[in-house]
């Protein structure tokens, strides 16, 4: 048997009195964290204009776009770029957007330490994506330079 639950903005009260009955049954709950289009537009628009760059640009390019082509200028610093990728998940997760454990849509490529050499929205996200970005802005994505 599987119950899917959507409550749209519940009270706190009734969140908390829901949230309390599922832990009284967390072995039978599976939480739904998949990114679907109202999700991922929700998430787009918490991120401030250069964060929603990276998502626009990776979703442009196929699913990844490298750190050069993000740059104002060559070997301009990405400090800044990508923190607000992270904070806004934990913000709509904070809200009741999403459930906690949330994956992170876009991920840093590079070797572990110093610079980021690109960003990647995996495959399975690129659809989702690419439509709340299109239904945002209105139009298809497309690359800036």
Avoid: C
Wanted: hydrophobic fraction near 35%; avoid cysteine.
């Amino acid at each position: 048997m599987k119950i899917t639950v959507t409550i749209d903005q519940p009270t706190g009260d009734f969140q908390e009195r829901l949230l309390t009955l599922l832990a009284e049954h967390a072995a039978n709950v599976e939480t739904d964290i998949s990114w679907t289009v109202p999700r991922a537009e929700n998430y787009f628009t918490r991120l401030p204009p250069r964060a929603q760059r990276i998502i626009r640009q990776a979703v442009a390019r196929g699913g990844y776009v490298a750190a050069d082509d993000l740059r104002d200028s060559p070997g301009a610093s990405l400090r800044g770029h990508s923190g607000a990728l992270t904070r806004a998940l934990r913000s709509g997760a904070m809200t009741g957007e999403w459930p906690d454990g949330m994956p992170l849509p876009v991920l840093a490529q590079g070797p572990g330490f110093g610079k980021v050499v690109g960003y990647r929205v995996p495959d399975d996200l690129l659809d989702v994506f690419r439509t709340a970005v299109t239904n945002i802005d209105g139009q298809p994505p497309t690359t800036d330079k």
